[in-house]
């Protein structure tokens, strides 16, 4: 109720606040002085050039123009300092200099508005530059008050929501996208001086292809087709390699519609390019030249800091097979393991759990020993190449080992940063493999991509042997600028909307998010009564074993949150106690079994908004069944990561295992990836804040889930 009446407060104050700012602005427009008409300020220098060659600029006359940021009135002299785009500057006002009016109209100036100053340079006897003015000028009227009278800007949301401000407040953050605009222009100098092309291509296509990825699908009224936002750049630049350009890229934004998290966003900035007669060994050399010099030439070292690591981007990265990497890390040597059946039973012996078991191949057991031993090791720059032809469908076959391909990945700080291939140039190939893709989509995979016929067409009429690179631009500038969150390096990254103050949901008091009435959430029932009732409903062990974990992770967040933790629990024991039974009536049917045991409306509310949208369209309302419906789902997936594990446990995983499995859909492909984004929509977190703190749970109670068994 206090921090309500707080946040009331505050409101109250900044209406107030920009009453008395438009009551100013009227003011000056009756006599005649709008601000907003001034079309045009001759600035001759900016506080940068004037600080850093103060001898040439002192005594001297110049006119500066900025945002106020600071002001301190002194009765007939005041300071104020501007902020401009390269750095802020002091200036002293004095009525002497101004005059009585034009000094009166100062004083009334608030902070956020924007002036131009002119007068002469010189140091205070604090040895601060300053400007000593002659004239100043408003010239824009702020009319809302930056944040928390300027003392900052914290909040992420806010701060990515309102950009605009969270450069004014938190300079540092400019600094951060004028490095990621020297990075790109540096790429594209490197590029130019190896003899590369650069190309655009289309945005808008009437196929969706490229990668393994949900579109987003848009429709052109004159033609009255639908059409799909690229998910890659790859199959128009190779068109450009067959029209004869040798060497071709793009820096350009792609479109992938799934889920947010840490790392990605629906629009990202990926450069592609691809050289005629070169192969993956060329594509390894110009991803090393790119990093490397970048850094130097940007940053002035190869030498980065990232998430307190030290990473080392100097020319000289490893080069190391797949196979070799997982015999460094395990002493198993895949080169002598010749058969299916020998690998499979290695990787049984060390406790790996196979997710697909029509996957169980030489190649998939030598993947999943990288994935499980290899991967987060791979601290400094290493490349590595030579995939099996299981896990890397579409890239050329190795010739003198046809069980590899010529591919590499280019890790840094345990996550890849890079993707090439030596490109597939078979026609009939390409249109056997374009078949099987087609399949997959008819077979309900939305990521699978379509029929390229134009582009079978252009494969016969010939590509030249060929290499290929793609790396995430953004990912690159996160490890340059040391930012743990792609949207830090976004100056506008994709946010959910804000509720329309005229949407009536908004309108509705806030459902709270704390279930404080105990009158509405009493518990008319105890945990015995509900598991019989779970028991007789519910034979299979699977199902109880989930009941009971969702239980325990509900539990475990009404400790978290100092909620009714009864209450919560019973939630998650009996969300799914109709869906054994009644599969295709699932939260249809499950009223009707509570009321056999007294549950009150709320609980039953409770367990029926857990399947909202897909067999309910009862919403989730408090925090408690928003938590229910994200991490039903998630912890289905979770206990499958931890069935693949030797430990057979979820207290030894980290997140970046949890988050690999997640993005492979076709690993526990019953655990629905849009359900768990939207729980995580729901919760207003981020994906990765819903992986961690439901795996934060789980490994919590792991052990009461096994006693409650």
Not at 330 to 359: H, M, P, R
Not at 520 to 529: A, V
Request: proline share 3%; hydrophobic share 35%.
């Amino acid at each position: 109720m206090q921090e309500n009446k707080n946040n009331q407060e505050q409101e109250l104050d900044l209406n107030q606040l920009m009453k008395i700012r438009r009551e100013k602005l009227s003011e000056l427009q009756e006599k005649g002085e709008d601000p907003y008409e001034i079309t045009k300020f001759n600035r001759t220098n900016t506080a940068g050039e004037i600080k850093s060659e103060y001898e040439k600029f002192e005594q001297k006359d110049v006119t500066v123009a900025g945002r106020i940021i600071a002001k301190r009135i002194m009765g007939k002299a005041s300071f104020c300092t501007i902020l401009d785009s390269d750095e802020n500057i002091q200036s002293y006002i004095s009525i002497n200099d101004l005059g009585e009016e034009s000094y009166k109209k100062f004083k009334t100036f608030d902070i956020g508005d924007i002036i131009g100053i002119t007068g002469f340079v010189f140091k205070t006897k604090t040895e601060e530059i300053s400007v000593h003015a002659k004239e100043v000028v408003l010239l824009s009227k702020s009319l809302r008050p930056l944040p928390e009278k300027f003392h900052g800007l914290k909040d992420p949301d806010l701060r990515y929501r309102q950009r605009y401000t969270d450069l004014i407040v938190n300079p540092e953050v400019k600094e951060s996208f004028v490095i990621r605009s020297k990075i790109i222009r540096n790429i594209r100098k490197i590029l130019e001086e190896n003899g590369y092309l650069e190309v655009e291509t289309p945005v808008l296509n009437t196929i969706s292809g490229g990668a393994s990825a949900r579109p987003f699908i848009t429709h052109h009224n004159s033609l009255n087709i639908d059409m799909y936002l690229r998910i890659a750049l790859e199959l128009n630049l190779k068109r450009l390699i067959v029209g004869g350009f040798d060497k071709v890229y793009e820096i350009g934004r792609v479109f992938r519609n799934e889920g947010m998290d840490i790392r990605h966003n629906p629009e990202f900035t990926e450069l592609e390019l691809y050289a005629a007669y070169e192969d993956y060994n060329d594509m390894m050399n110009i991803t090393e030249e790119l990093f490397s010099r970048t850094a130097q030439e940007v940053l002035g070292t190869t030498k980065v800091t990232y998430q307190g690591k030290e990473i080392n981007l100097a020319p000289g990265w490893k080069r190391i097979t797949m196979i070799d990497s997982v015999k460094e890390a395990t002493g198993i040597d895949f080169n002598k393991i010749e058969s299916d059946e020998e690998a499979v039973k290695i990787a049984e012996e060390k406790g790996l759990k196979f997710a697909d078991e029509t996957k169980k191949t030489r190649g998939d057991v030598i993947s999943m020993f990288f994935d499980e031993y290899v991967e987060e090791t791979l601290i400094q720059p290493t490349f590595i190449y030579d995939y099996p032809v299981e896990i890397s469908p579409l890239a050329k076959r190795k010739p003198t080992d046809k069980r590899l391909t010529e591919r590499f990945e280019v890790f840094i700080d345990g996550r890849e940063y890079g993707n090439a291939f030596s490109e597939l140039n078979d026609p009939i190939d390409q249109y056997e493999r374009f078949k099987k893709q087609v399949e997959a989509r008819e077979a309900g995979d939305e990521e699978a991509g379509m029929m390229d016929e134009d582009y079978v067409q252009a494969l016969e009429i010939g590509l030249p042997p060929t290499g290929g690179l793609g790396i995430g631009i953004d990912r690159m500038i996160m490890l340059f600028t040391d930012s743990a969150s792609i949207r830090d390096v976004l100056l506008f990254p994709t946010m959910k909307p804000l509720s329309n103050s005229n949407d009536k949901k908004s309108q509705k008091v806030e459902n709270e998010d704390k279930v404080t009435d105990k009158s509405k959430y009493e518990i008319r029932i105890d945990r015995e009564e509900a598991i019989n009732l779970l028991k007789k409903y519910n034979k299979e062990e699977f199902h109880i074993r989930h009941a009971i974990t969702v239980e325990q992770i509900m539990r475990y967040f009404a400790r978290k949150y100092n909620e009714n933790e009864d209450f919560w629990g019973l939630a998650g024991l009996l969300h799914d106690i109709d869906y054994e039974m009644y599969p295709e009536e699932h939260c249809q049917k499950a009223p009707e079994m509570l009321k056999e045991i007294n549950a009150n409306d709320e609980l039953v509310h409770a367990i029926c908004s857990h399947g909202y949208g897909i067999c309910s369209e009862i919403e989730p309302e408090h925090k408690m069944e928003k938590i229910l419906f994200a991490v039903d789902e998630l912890s289905g997936l979770i206990w499958a990561v931890a069935k693949m594990r030797p430990s057979n446990s979820t207290k030894d995983m980290e997140l970046s295992s949890l988050r690999k499995k997640y993005k492979d859909k076709k690993f526990a492909a019953g655990c629905s990836r849009d359900i768990i984004v939207k729980g995580a929509e729901q919760l207003g977190w981020e994906l990765d804040e819903l992986l961690q703190n439901t795996l934060d749970a789980m490994k919590e109670v792991e052990d009461d889930i096994q006693n409650n068994m």
